[in-house]
């Protein structure tokens, strides 16, 4: 079955870096989009980045564009977040999810349980 295992994250003052990491298998990593979704206490699961099949082509939401920067290694089915500049308000549980070359949460259809991130000020 496909799993998709988060790791990196825990608590890192504000102005500080973290990388996280999602490990994938049972399933073609290679050929898929992945992303990066979060969700926050009370608020909704919202659009962090996404990286196509092949790791030329990156979206991201307009809130972390400069400081989060995703990428894969295939060869090691592996998606990463390079997360810098950290700011109290990107607290939030992180998921890692395959699926298509979108910013919709319903496009991917694999899910991991998510990593914690927590930014103090």
């Known amino acids: 079955q496909v799993q998709l295992v988060e790791s990196g994250g825990g608590l890192v003052q504000a102005g500080g870096s973290l990388r996280l990491s999602c490990a994938a298998s049972?399933?073609?990593?290679?050929?898929?989009?992945m992303a990066w979704f979060r969700q926050a206490p009370g608020k909704e699961r919202e659009f962090v980045a996404v990286?196509?099949?092949?790791?030329?082509?990156?979206r991201y939401a307009d809130s972390v564009k400069g400081r989060l920067t995703i990428s894969r290694d295939n060869a090691k089915n592996t998606v990463y977040l390079q997360m810098n500049s950290l700011k109290p308000e990107d607290t939030a549980v992180y998921y890692c999810?395959?699926?298509?070359?979108?910013?919709?949460?319903?496009?991917?259809?694999?899910w991991g349980q998510g990593t914690q991130v927590t930014v103090s000020s």
């Open positions: 999810a395959a699926g298509a070359f979108r910013t919709t949460s319903s496009e991917f259809g694999a």
């Open positions: 049972g399933l073609a990593f290679s050929t898929y989009g």
């Open positions: 990286v196509n099949w092949s790791g030329d082509s990156t």
